[in-house]
């Protein structure tokens, strides 16, 4: 199994379904209360790529769901 992490803020209920060749998406919303953080399957997202999507967009189409603390730190990796 392959994973593709990607962590952000919503904005209005939204948020944004990242390019990924990974078979999943877990995507953490940072300032989301309660479970911030999903699983979303490659052939979901396939249509929505680097695109925006709202809340509901991501409840139709969810795997899993579960609540992800983090600590911040400062960017120490280069860009990919």
């Avoid at 990974?22 to 695109?51: H, P, Q, W, Y």
Wanted: aromatic share 10%.
């Amino acid at each position: 199994m392959t994973f593709h992490c990607s962590l952000q803020d919503s904005e209005n209920y939204m948020v944004d379904i990242p390019e990924f060749e990974s078979e999943f998406l877990i995507l953490a919303i940072a300032n989301k209360r309660g479970d911030n953080c999903v699983v979303l399957t490659k052939e979901d997202c396939a249509g929505s790529m680097g695109e925006s999507v709202d809340f509901q967009w991501i409840a139709k189409h969810l795997k899993r769901k579960f609540d992800v603390q983090y600590t911040p730190t400062p960017d120490i990796l280069p860009d990919p």
